[in-house]
């Protein structure tokens, strides 16, 4: 794209808006992240349905508890049939029913004094009465005396009042009551056909009181169902669940569904739901990173080295969650990693989103979240200090250690039997953590080249005394390579005294005058032995010649492959400096020089370090020319280089406070005070004895 730039007219001034990159990151990670929680909504590893056969043994891959939903439905289903509907007597019934049999009797009088016939009579009762009467029960009623009749009435009334009302009749019960009411019946004084008419006159006005109230059943039904706590089932890792050539039941696919062989339906509606947390984490890390991280959010290659971590480090979750026990998932080799790469404090928060998301992914899994969690934050905690690649490999233990303490407290907690769950998963999750140091060490060298990264570790091998650069600069130039060394004391002591990188401190200082090896002798400390060139050139082209070993050092900086966080210290160690000596030298001769002639190009300190080291190159090369260094006199010394630098202006550009210059200039004293310490001088050891030897007369040998 660069190339084309330069050829096409006016393309080189398309300019992208800097918040395109990190919402392309955004998009991606989003993606990326979704499509990996979204694959157990996918179609299932293990191609079953209820009613086939299984074509192999399935065992559970880890222990899990799940919630039985047929055995919970079942029970949930008896509670509620266990409950008898509500009934509520009904008292227009009743008194219906009384007004039937008030009904009957009445149409009885008024029939037994129609004119007509006893056929006419029978034919009009049979077909007026309200009840059904059989053919005995209408010639009773018409040839009753009329005492009888009224007895036969009061008596039906009774019955029928004191079995409506005392047990009710359910709609199902009108049987019941009808022999219920026999039975009072031949306890009354009556008989004969006086029993008979009464008998008919109940059996046709009893009916259904009791109405089913609907809604209080419904009510009581559905508490019953609430009532009864979901069945859990344990599956233990290694359980077969399925042999070869059973057939799968409902029971079987939800034990399958638990352990993750085989994922629930397709649905939309999953997806969106783990979209949206995924956006939502992604929104909250993102807030994060802007808040207490600016350095970090204003990088894009630190974003993307973030988002790689975390998808990496999830889609390998994704991968073993099902095919090996979950325990020895190494959910913290990215948190370690993101550690080295970035910083521990942005991995501890990272433990958090990978924990909780791994959690999802393993099917909701709560202990493993924990246990994950754990682990991770172990890993991004135990890489404090690194001083080799094998620290990697110690931290990796320890995130084994971690891990198997919390699986044996979580499997104690839950009861399990010490051998083998608890023993055999807490030596996975040690396990985990020697996978841990294995990527992390196999990843990193990759991770840095990749991003162009200058973690800890690279630091440390570029301090390698042996590293090209540094071995030429020995051999070349070994007076710069010697104030380089005393420099680096002081910049790291500093560094480590206010919070900065001492590391990164100490290596920039390594390298930030390599361009001296280019032509060494027109530098004082290399002039050993060798006249002084500058003797017989201009103050003008001395200091051009002595400038341009900040050119040469990033040529030199690019041919040897140094991060750019270390080659930056090249240039910014001078900012723009004036070269002072040959700048006041011109002005004594004379010659009115312009002083931005005599400037360093920069760019002036941005960072704590840069500035550090500008400060301790200084320091170190004016205590270097003091004839008497007392530690006041140092320190006075000191505090004027920190003071001219701020009217300079050279530190405008990094984020030291007036407290870390006052930090800086104490650590400064101490140990320029103690490189610097006056020495007691020591006598001619062959003088001292041969005065003596005269002394005594003995023979001078």
């Known amino acids: 794209m660069k190339d084309f730039r330069g050829r096409l007219p006016g393309l080189s001034q398309i300019r992208t808006p800097p918040w395109l990159a990190k919402a392309l990151i955004g998009a991606g990670t989003f993606a990326a992240l979704t499509i990996i929680l979204g694959?157990?909504?996918?179609?299932?590893?293990?191609?079953?349905?209820?009613?086939?056969?299984?074509?192999?043994?399935?065992?559970?891959?880890?222990?899990?508890?799940?919630?039985?939903?047929?055995?919970?439905?079942?029970?949930?289903?008896?509670?509620?049939?266990?409950?008898?509907?509500?009934?509520?007597?009904?008292?227009?019934?009743?008194?219906?029913?009384?007004?039937?049999?008030?009904?009957?009797?009445?149409?009885?009088?008024?029939?037994?004094?129609?004119?007509?016939?006893?056929?006419?009579?029978?034919?009009?009762?049979?077909?007026?009465?309200?009840?059904?009467?059989?053919?005995?029960?209408?010639l009773a009623a018409l040839t009753l005396g009329r005492a009888e009749l009224d007895a036969a009435r009061r008596v039906a009334e009774q019955v029928v009042t004191q079995v409506m009302t005392e047990e009710g009749i359910p709609e199902d019960g009108l049987a019941h009551a009808q022999e219920t009411a026999r039975v009072l019946l031949r306890s009354q004084p009556v008989s004969g056909r006086t029993l008979t008419v009464a008998s008919a006159a109940v059996a046709g006005a009893l009916r259904p009181n009791l109405i089913i109230d609907t809604r209080t059943t419904e009510t009581l039904r559905r508490r019953a169902r609430e009532s009864i706590e979901p069945v859990t089932v344990r599956v233990l890792r290694g359980e077969v669940i399925v042999r070869r050539g059973e057939v799968i039941t409902a029971a079987h696919m939800q034990k399958l569904a638990a352990v993750g062989l085989i994922a629930p339906p397709f649905s939309w509606f999953r997806v969106a739901g783990m979209a949206m947390i995924v956006l939502l984490l992604l929104m909250v890390t993102a807030v994060y990173l802007r808040q207490y991280h600016a350095d970090i959010w204003d990088q894009d290659k630190l974003l993307l080295a973030w988002s790689l971590g975390v998808v990496l480090t999830l889609a390998l979750a994704r991968i073993m969650v099902t095919r090996f026990n979950p325990y020895v998932i190494p959910v913290a080799a990215g948190t370690t990693l993101i550690a080295v790469l970035l910083r521990p404090r942005v991995a501890l928060y990272t433990a958090a989103v990978l924990s909780l998301l791994f959690a999802v992914t393993a099917g909701g899994d709560i202990a493993l979240g924990l246990v994950a969690f754990i682990g991770a934050t172990t890993g991004a905690f135990a890489i404090k200090r690194i001083s080799?690649?094998?620290?990697?490999?110690?931290?990796?233990?320890?995130?084994?250690?971690?891990?198997?303490?919390?699986?044996?407290?979580?499997?104690?907690?839950?009861?399990?039997?010490?051998?083998?769950?608890?023993?055999?998963?807490?030596?996975?999750?040690?396990?985990?953590?020697?996978?841990?140091?294995?990527?992390?060490?196999?990843?990193?060298?990759?991770?840095?080249?990749?991003?162009?990264?200058?973690?800890?570790?690279?630091?440390?091998?570029?301090?390698?005394p042996g590293h090209p650069l540094l071995r030429r600069l020995q051999m070349e130039a070994p007076g710069t390579y010697h104030h380089s060394i005393m420099v680096a004391n002081l910049a790291e002591a500093a560094a480590e005294a206010i919070g900065a990188d001492a590391i990164l401190a100490r290596v920039g200082?390594?390298?930030?005058?390599?361009?001296?090896?280019?032509?060494?002798?027109?530098?004082?400390?290399?002039?050993?032995?060798?006249?002084?060139?500058?003797?017989?050139?201009?103050?003008?082209?001395?200091?051009?010649?002595?400038?341009?070993?900040?050119?040469?050092?990033?040529?030199?900086?690019?041919?040897?492959?140094?991060?750019?966080?270390v080659a930056d210290f090249i240039p910014q160690h001078h900012g723009t400096n004036i070269v002072t000596y040959f700048y006041h030298q011109a002005v004594e001769r004379g010659d009115a020089p312009e002083e931005e002639?005599?400037?360093?190009?920069?760019?002036?300190?941005?960072?704590?370090?840069?500035?550090?080291?500008?400060?301790?190159?200084?320091?170190?090369?004016?205590?270097?020319?003091?004839?008497?260094?007392?530690?006041?006199?140092?320190?006075?010394?000191?505090?004027?280089?920190?003071?001219?630098?701020?009217?300079?202006?050279?530190?405008d550009e990094c984020d030291l406070t007036f407290h870390d210059l006052n930090v800086i200039a104490e650590t400064f004293t101490r140990l320029l005070a103690s490189m610097f310490h006056p020495r007691v001088e020591y006598p001619d050891l062959e003088r001292d004895l041969s005065g003596r030897r005269r002394a005594v007369g003995a023979p001078a040998r």
């Open 39 to 138: 694959v157990q909504q996918l179609p299932s590893r293990v191609e079953l349905a209820e009613g086939q056969v299984s074509p192999r043994d399935l065992e559970a891959p880890r222990t899990v508890d799940y919630v039985d939903t047929l055995a919970t439905e079942n029970q949930r289903r008896e509670a509620a049939a266990s409950v008898r509907p509500v009934a509520r007597a009904s008292s227009a019934a009743t008194e219906a029913a009384k007004a039937t049999v008030a009904q009957l009797f009445d149409v009885i009088l008024r029939v037994r004094t129609a004119p007509g016939g006893v056929e006419e009579r029978v034919a009009a009762l049979s077909r007026e009465s309200p009840v059904p009467l059989s053919d005995p029960s209408v």
């Open 388 to 464: 080799h690649r094998t620290d990697l490999i110690v931290a990796g233990l320890r995130v084994g250690v971690a891990n198997a303490l919390a699986i044996a407290g979580l499997g104690l907690a839950d009861q399990l039997p010490v051998y083998p769950e608890v023993l055999g998963d807490a030596l996975f999750g040690l396990g985990n953590g020697v996978l841990v140091g294995i990527i992390a060490i196999g990843a990193l060298p990759y991770l840095e080249h990749l991003f162009g990264l200058v973690t800890p570790i690279k630091l440390l091998e570029l301090s390698n």
């Open 509 to 565: 200082t390594y390298y930030h005058d390599i361009g001296k090896i280019k032509r060494p002798v027109f530098f004082i400390e290399n002039q050993i032995g060798v006249d002084n060139p500058h003797d017989k050139m201009s103050p003008n082209l001395s200091a051009l010649t002595v400038m341009a070993h900040v050119r040469d050092g990033l040529e030199y900086a690019k041919e040897y492959k140094l991060p750019q966080a």
């Open 597 to 651: 002639a005599f400037r360093y190009e920069g760019p002036r300190p941005r960072t704590k370090e840069t500035a550090i080291v500008m400060l301790a190159d200084a320091a170190e090369g004016a205590a270097r020319a003091m004839t008497r260094p007392a530690p006041d006199r140092l320190e006075q010394m000191v505090r004027r280089i920190i003071r001219e630098k701020l009217e300079d202006q050279q530190l």
